[in-house]
């Protein structure tokens, strides 16, 4: 089997490997299955979150495969994001102990902040898990600073609940600013980034600072047109530039996007539920783009933010 690429986290030095599995949208009903069989067709990344309702299914996969030999607990990352109505001093403890007990595991790998938006506190015995918007359908904002959750974050290293912690969708500006207060910091920061949205600042930035980044929605709009809201961009995956890259290389053009992001040392987690695509998704390491072909993959950038945060909290625009 392929070994794949890895990155060294500051810090600890760990390595985390480039390509992972995502479980955004994975239905609880298949998750536990996928999980198992994505294990067992090699991955050893699984980035789950709270968020995303199925870390229980997602544990349950991952305890199958340890059960049945085909992994070794330390043999896999496993990546988890404490939601937004979480913020809160109080609160960050209790619910990554909660999510830890879904998975079954005592510690994960990497623990991120999964927006740096606060919401108000959704009692997870009532709903869990909570989303963006309350039981009236409005988003109801928090006011708790971005600093009293990171210094909570850092006491779970310091107990041994995560080993790396970092952030996700975090502008470069949100990252200087918790570099002010950061005992530990920040390991990863998680963004979307595809063609579409390159990101080369904030590439540049996270080089400089040492942290690491995970691309999510590698594959463009894809996930968003399943949702419903493609914000009118071409599917990537059918765009002709991508085509005739693949062609020349005998991929796929899922493969070429998931490449193009690894070949400039981002970690990428496509999910799929169907399992030819999932193991398609894996086997991007036995070919290398050609600059020409790079270049000319990324100058399809038109900063196409799909899952923009400005969205929901206009004030993150400010910090852009
Ligand atoms: P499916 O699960 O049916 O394969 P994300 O951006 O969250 O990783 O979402 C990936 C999206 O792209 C999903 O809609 C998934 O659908 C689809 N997908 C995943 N892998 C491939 C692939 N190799 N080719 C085409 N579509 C893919």
Not at 88 to 96: L, P
Not at 203 to 223: D, H, M, R, V
Not at 226 to 251: C, F, P, Q, T
Request: proline fraction near 4%.
């Amino acid at each position: 089997m392929v070994r794949h690429a890895t990155v060294a986290l500051k810090r600890t030095g760990q390595q985390m490997p480039l390509v992972g599995f995502g479980l955004w949208k994975v239905t609880r009903a298949t998750c536990a299955d996928t999980v198992y069989n994505a294990l067992k067709a090699g991955y050893r990344l699984l980035d789950g979150a709270g968020d995303y309702g199925n870390e229980k299914e997602a544990g349950e996969g991952l305890r199958r495969a340890i059960a049945d030999g085909v992994v070794k607990r330390e043999e896999v990352w496993v990546t988890s994001k404490l939601w937004n109505t979480f913020h809160k001093r109080e609160h960050v403890h209790a619910v990554a102990k909660k999510q830890l007990g879904l998975w079954g595991i005592d510690y994960f790998d990497l623990f991120l902040v999964h927006f740096p938006i606060a919401l108000e506190y959704v009692d997870p015995a009532h709903r869990y898990p909570p989303e963006w918007w309350g039981d009236d359908k409005k988003v109801h904002l928090a006011k708790v600073p971005l600093q009293e959750t990171w210094q909570t974050m850092e006491e779970l290293v310091d107990a041994g609940l995560a080993k790396n912690i970092g952030v996700s969708n975090c502008q470069g500006s949100i990252l200087l600013d918790v570099l002010r207060y950061a005992r530990y910091e920040p390991a990863v920061n998680q963004v979307e980034l595809h063609p579409y949205l390159t990101q080369e600042p904030l590439i540049k930035l996270c080089k400089t600072l040492g942290i690491a980044i995970t691309a999510y929605s590698s594959l463009g709009p894809q996930s968003y047109v399943e949702l419903g809201g493609d914000k009118g961009a071409k599917n990537l995956l059918e765009h002709d530039i991508v085509l005739s890259v693949a062609s020349k290389h005998g991929k796929t053009t899922a493969q070429v996007l998931l490449r193009w992001a690894v070949q400039q040392g981002l970690a990428v987690i496509p999910k799929s539920n169907n399992h030819e695509r999932l193991l398609q998704n894996f086997e991007v390491d036995q070919f290398t783009l050609t600059e020409d072909e790079e270049k000319a993959i990324s100058s399809l950038n038109i900063n196409l933010r799909l899952n923009d945060p400005a969205d929901i909290d206009p004030r993150i625009a400010i910090f852009a």
